[in-house]
């Protein structure tokens, strides 16, 4: 079943200043926070939600804080950066606490609630309470933790300044900025520059292991073997490739690792296009692709299978392939 989410619209081109407001009742904003962070128990976990309705890690961290008053800026790593580093022997109610998960450096996160445990939003059972020294999981992956309710001054935290390429009317912002936050797009992005194997298979990479949603557990040491197997590439050496993909080209890799496009599926794929038969290389996984509105073609009637995909056309390809994984 398709899980459709919001886009959210963060992240600034230029240089933003995110301050951690001075606290004067320490205890009471203690108490506080602990409480309201409690009222979201339950609260399913939602790839980049930042409400209610569904919170990832970071958007769960960010939404408690501002309720008790705190700005905190939106992603994992930018928390990690706010604050005064505290050790864990020193760890007090209300703190920042950080894991490394799929990748290194913080990519998770919570609140420290007292006596060894945090409340957090995980990807298998949404808003939970779990120890900080869990022998079989967050206890080998704990990494750090801040101080933002005692900081006797303001903290200025420096988001690295961006190439002005795009902005927010370009037509595919909303879905860079989004894999951008989740640090699925790592490095300088070039939206209307043709895109490389090895830029495409590295987002791809990065996206598998935020999502974690494959039948096995996806980790920095098996994600390679896994794309691998599933004939997305044919070796390490894919993610260092200079190749150029083609439109086709790229809507096969990406549509051959979901779960759900067997081969009875691709028997029913059919689409009209002037320049793209059956005969082409790829026609199936893109005529499913086509189907399920994760790409399209153009007004004239064409596709153009074998243009040269652009790095803007790929993040929108990727990030609505996300949506039905």
Same mark, same amino acid.
Request: charge should be positive; charged fraction near 25%; proline fraction near 3%.
């Given at each position: ?12 081109l *230029?240089?933003?200043l ?31 939600? &930042? &409400? ?15 309720? *008790? ?5 939106? &992603?994992?790593? /930018? /928390? ?9 022997? =020193? ?12 990748? @290194? ?7 420290? %609630?007292?006596?060894?445990?945090? %409340?957090?939003? @995980? ?5 939970i309470?779990? @120890? ?12 750090? *933790?801040?101080?933002?309710? $005692?900081?006797?001054?303001?903290? +200025? ?9 795009y ?16 640090q ?8 209307n520059?043709?895109?490389? +194997? ?10 598998l ?5 494959? #039948? ?13 197997? $599933? =004939? ?15 439109? *086709? +080209? ?10 759900? !496009? ?5 028997? /029913?794929?059919?689409?009209?296009? =002037?320049? !793209? ?7 199936? +996984?893109?005529?499913?692709? %086509?189907?399920?509105?994760? %790409? ?6 064409? !596709?153009?299978?074998?243009? #040269?995909?652009? /790095?803007?056309? !790929? ?11």
């Amino acid at each position: 079943m398709k899980m459709r989410k919001k886009i959210i619209h963060s992240v600034s081109l *230029a240089v933003m200043l995110l301050a951690v407001p001075t606290v004067t009742d320490a205890s009471s904003k203690v108490d506080n926070l602990i409480e309201i962070s409690n009222k979201y128990k339950g609260v399913p976990y939602s790839w980049g939600g &930042t &409400t209610p309705n569904g919170f990832d890690c970071s958007g769960y961290t960010q939404y408690v804080f501002k309720k *008790a008053g705190i700005t905190l800026p939106r &992603t994992s790593d /930018q /928390q990690y950066n706010i604050g005064t580093p505290v050790s864990k022997s =020193n760890l007090e109610k209300g703190d920042l606490v950080f894991f490394s998960t799929y990748r @290194s450096g913080p990519s998770h996160n919570g609140i420290y %609630i007292g006596d060894g445990k945090f %409340i957090h939003s @995980s990807t298998s059972s949404g808003v939970i309470i779990s @120890s900080i020294n869990d022998p079989f999981y967050w206890g080998a992956r704990y990494i750090g *933790a801040r101080k933002v309710l $005692k900081e006797p001054k303001q903290v +200025e935290v420096k988001v690295p300044v961006k190439k002005e390429v795009y902005n927010e009317g370009y037509w595919a912002y909303s879905y860079i900025e989004r894999l951008k936050e989740l640090q699925i797009i790592e490095k300088d992005f070039s939206p209307n520059k043709s895109i490389t +194997e090895g830029q495409a298979m590295t987002m791809f990479k990065n996206a598998l292991l935020k999502m974690n949603r494959s #039948e096995i557990e996806l980790t920095n040491s098996n994600v390679v073997s896994y794309m691998i197997n $599933k =004939n997305v590439i044919d070796s390490s050496n894919s993610l260092n490739s200079n190749k150029l993909l083609t439109r *086709a +080209e790229a809507v096969k890799k990406i549509v051959g690792v979901l779960g759900e !496009f067997d081969e009875q599926s691709k028997k /029913q794929q059919a689409v009209s296009f =002037n320049d !793209f038969s059956r005969s082409h290389e790829g026609y199936q +996984e893109v005529a499913y692709a %086509i189907n399920e509105k994760m %790409i399209t073609g153009y007004n004239d009637g064409s !596709f153009k299978p074998d243009t #040269e995909m652009k /790095q803007s056309e !790929f993040a929108v390809l990727l990030y609505r392939a996300l949506e039905l994984l």
